[in-house]
């Protein structure tokens, strides 16, 4: 696609529901990121992708949240037994090495509420 | 470790007014300095970025920055702010292939009529 999709793009659970968040980079691109965006503050950094591998994932907040990309594109943010903390906004972003990964582009987000 | 710092919390200005906005940061070797701006709801759009040469980057929307190493400063202007411009504004901080991203906590910008 033109742009990096991502869905939902707004998600409520009740607190210790299971969700899980998509992201559809640029075709192409080989490196892909989320980020969690809480209310007011800048995005913070949770993983990483290098085609199918999780190069760092040192930015998962605790062992609730797993993400994975098993064929190198689509990539799935899953977050167990969700807690009102959880509440955040949730960026995808890929990028391409032909630009040195400077600069992705970024989707839109999914706003997570934890209820 | 890398870190952004943006002292204004939310900047307030009339529109056709200069702008500035700060972002001081921290990093052991050469930064690649970023620039993103967001509107509410929406992703996180690139305005101009930094690597190495020129000491002043030109982006997009009427924007530049100014890399100034001794004050580890990249402050992001704009000559004359239209009211379109009133969003969320983050500087960012990468490594070699702009991977990891640190982002500094936003300015807020309102522009009055």
């Known amino acids: 696609g033109a742009g990096v999709s991502q869905s939902p793009r707004y998600k409520v659970a009740k607190r210790g529901q299971d969700v899980a968040l998509r992201c559809d980079p640029i075709?192409?691109?080989?490196?892909l990121f989320w980020y969690q965006q809480a209310l007011g503050q800048g995005p913070e950094f949770l993983t990483y992708?290098?085609?199918?591998?999780?190069?760092?994932k040192s930015g998962l907040p605790s062992d609730r949240f797993f993400a994975e990309r098993p064929e190198g594109s689509v990539s799935t943010l899953k977050i167990q037994r969700t807690q009102q903390e959880d509440s955040a906004v949730y960026l995808c972003?890929?990028?391409?090495?032909?630009?040195?990964?400077?600069?992705?582009?970024f989707g839109s987000g999914t706003r997570l509420t934890v209820v | 470790a890398q870190s952004v710092t943006q002292p204004d919390i939310h900047i307030t200005v009339s529109e056709g007014a200069s702008l500035e906005l700060r972002c001081n940061y921290s990093?052991?070797?050469?930064?690649?300095l970023f620039w993103y701006v967001q509107s509410p709801g929406q992703g996180l759009q690139l305005l101009l970025k930094?690597?190495?040469?020129?000491?002043l980057v030109q982006g997009i929307k009427g924007f530049e920055a100014e890399f100034k190493r001794s004050q580890s400063s990249f402050n992001l202007r704009k000559p004359s702010v239209h009211w379109s411009d009133a969003a969320e504004y983050f500087c960012?901080?990468?490594?070699?292939?702009?991977?990891?991203?640190?982002f500094g906590p936003g300015t807020r910008l309102s522009v009055l009529p």
């Open positions: 930094y690597f190495s040469g020129d000491t």
């Open positions: 992708f290098q085609n199918e591998a999780q190069l760092d």
């Open positions: 960012a901080v990468g490594d070699n292939y702009g991977q990891n991203f640190v």
């Open positions: 972003a890929s990028s391409s090495p032909l630009v040195g990964g400077h600069g992705y582009t």
């Open positions: 075709s192409g691109h080989v490196s």
């Open positions: 990093y052991g070797a050469t930064p690649y």
